[in-house]
């Protein structure tokens, strides 16, 4: 494409991520149904554009006049939401090109999904429309998520407001909502969202051809489950990975699954042994699952870009030696045991007995205060063969001195201090540290801790700190990182 | 062994977990150390034996005259904890031989772990006093957890007092403490768990030998690093699998995980390969970590002991069909499309539109009521090849419905109608269904939802209804109890 025809293109796409007027189309006085429940979403969310609801039957809606037709409407649109019965979303969709709208989410279903003749002959009639010059999201799906502009899907008037460096392409609006969801927590700030359900207009190629290249994301994840064309979007993917990690979670890889992904375009079957090569042979970040793909996305949105090919592990726990070393090893990924100087120096900060300074360095004792971790951690760091350190907290056995003390956990339990000085080290030694905040007490009796530990989490995730729950977890999630920057290094060498 | 010694030896087990006369060696007046803090244990957990406490410097605990030495108690003791410095252990446990003592439990450290000459040789000494005629479990060690006599592991004065059929033992103490405290809230109950460490007398393989004899027991779970004799290890796991199933974890499979089983004994070796590959002849299920053993327990807890070749899948969530194939195939579960009969009938109880009936069920709704699941499940039982259902509870959506209302979740979510309804519908049937009690949303600002969850798993719980996180983990802890049925009846045949 031109230089000319680029522009353009990026031009319509940020009018649909970033529009400033949205038709919703199929907002009832009564407030009942999708379009009303987003209208609603939207102003929770702080949607600071002009919305203009529509629906036959006129009206008013949350004080705002509702219009009868999109021709109506008296401005040009930038995006539509449309949430009408199947039959009637042709005839909108139409109005909104005609407008000039840039692009419309059709959250609808009723198309090719159902397999009737009717549903493909509305489907095909929507992606004649939109090669007349309109881009459409969906039908059947969740729309677009944006936090810049408080574009929401359906049905989030709860999402995040913060935006980050990580999109997510996603046929499935349960997984989008899914991750939408476990991200706030986790701590995954999101660039754009897109569930594009049948993906009648644009689809998981075009959609990470303009991520590729969108400034605001750094990390593009997706989950797909049929593609339209294998090799234009290996294509794609492999241009992407230059510059960034492409994160892919591909559902239906087992027999079953693929005959249950309900294929309407010609989608590329495949093994998964042929997937896997494939998406290997590209650099992309292959996952299993949506923990997988969140604590992936975690771990390269808040460690530097670079292999981390040793690293030290701090804490305590269950066979913490053991565990840690199999853990790493799977992974590639190396414990190196500490010089015997270092050993005496972190052993005499140690508590005894029960300790180890070897590498995983066994604190023994989880009342070790913040201020000797510091002191620890500042030592392991100074061995040249560490990367990266990774800091278990045992935090919820302060419940065990809130009880003596009468006090509440989350009162006693020093998670701010800690998080403070892991930063202090980090900043310090120059080395990424990663906190596993370890809990096994979930139960009704243990709410006090769990809540201690949301707390103590949003603390060390303000501080730029990722935190996983498991010491597996987080040795998996940096294994994908090392993956993706080796590779990317080696095709540049 | 003749039947004589085999009554002495079980009655001499019966002595140590379920003891009527208890030593703690190491109780000080002031309430420091180990000693104290079992003591304050024992009595918060209800331990209802007599219980003797033991300091050279005499005085008072906590209402209880502290002996100056064993030699000064005036009964048999049945079992003794003992938490002195590694160098007076020898003469203590001597004192409780011959005294009569059928076993001891020594807490302290500092003997062959730490590798050096004078450990070794305090270990020897504790290994002959043993042989003369009292039974160690240690050193450094947690010790002994057994709800029926309320005997606790270190520190644990907040472990569950129900008894249950799962037997653990565990080299790492931190194991045996973590698995402790997630069976209480995952619904796992406990005959015996056994912190050997060192292991200088009783280890894995004598204790596997009681455990299969031990009708307390019916699942015996273990995490092992070294063992000290391969061949009647695999042998005792053969004998005990044919009556009830052994779950093996094991720590250090890796050679970075193998070089940190500082291994004291005579240790096997041996790659991932070969561990893989005995376990599998010896029939036992073989798990990667703390969680799958916990799950995997849960499951051989409350399932009937059969092998469950098809299930039914009745939810919602991301891209759920798709998801739940492929776990299921990846353990070699079908979930059968129901027949057209089945698919209309249920397809008139499910909301419109996005729904789907035909298996995975997909509710699309997340509201879809109690009595309406009811009737899905009892419809889809109908199916002669369903063998097991699996329900994936939504509750966490209410929050929604709570909010308007203005109510808390807990009070609007209608999981105690759920749990009984599903009860009905197994019992009905005869064939279990299993929960999934799903749940994206664990930040500060849902704490109420995560209060909800853990009350709703205790009411499925309460019925016998084992409940998981995510459905691919119900769906590997169901796959590893078909491995062991069906290996176990394939051996019978």
Redesign the interface.
Known sequence: MDQKNCDTIIADYERIFHPQKLAIVGVSEEGTGFGSGMFNALQAMGFEGEIFPVNPKGGEFSGTDIYRQIEDIPVRLDFAIICVTAKAVPDVLEACRKNGAAGAEILS??FSELGTAEGIELEKKIRQIAAKGIRVVGPNCFGIYCPRSRLTLL?GP?LSRRSGPVAFLS?????????A??G??MGIGFSKVVSFGNGADLRETELLRYLARDPETRIITM?I?GIKDGDSFFREIKAASYSKPVIVCK???????Q???VSHTASMGGSRVIWQSVLTQVNAIQVQ???ELVEASLAFSLLPEKVFKAISVVG????????A??A???FGI??PPLSADLQTRIGELLPK??SSALNPIDVANPFVSPKVLKEILRNTAQDDRIDLQIIISLLYHYK?IARALGKPVAEVAPYRELAETIRDVMKETGKPIVVVLAN????????DI??ML??AR?EFLDRGLPVFD?L?EAIRAIGHVNSYYGRRKAENE
Do not use: N
């Not at 046929?171 to 991750?179: L, P």
């Not at 305590?316 to 565990?323: F, I, M, S």
């Open positions: 279903a009723g049905p709860d046929q499935s609006g349960g997984m989008a909502i899914d991750f969801h476990k706030k927590w989950y489950e559902g239906g890889l087992s027999p079953a699954g005959r249950m992904v699952d949506l923990e305590g726990g269950g066979a913490l030696g053991v565990t070393c199999d790493a090893e799977a190396e414990i007995p029960g065990t096994p007490k979930r139960g009704v009796d243990d709410l769990i809540e949301a707390l949003r498991e597996h």
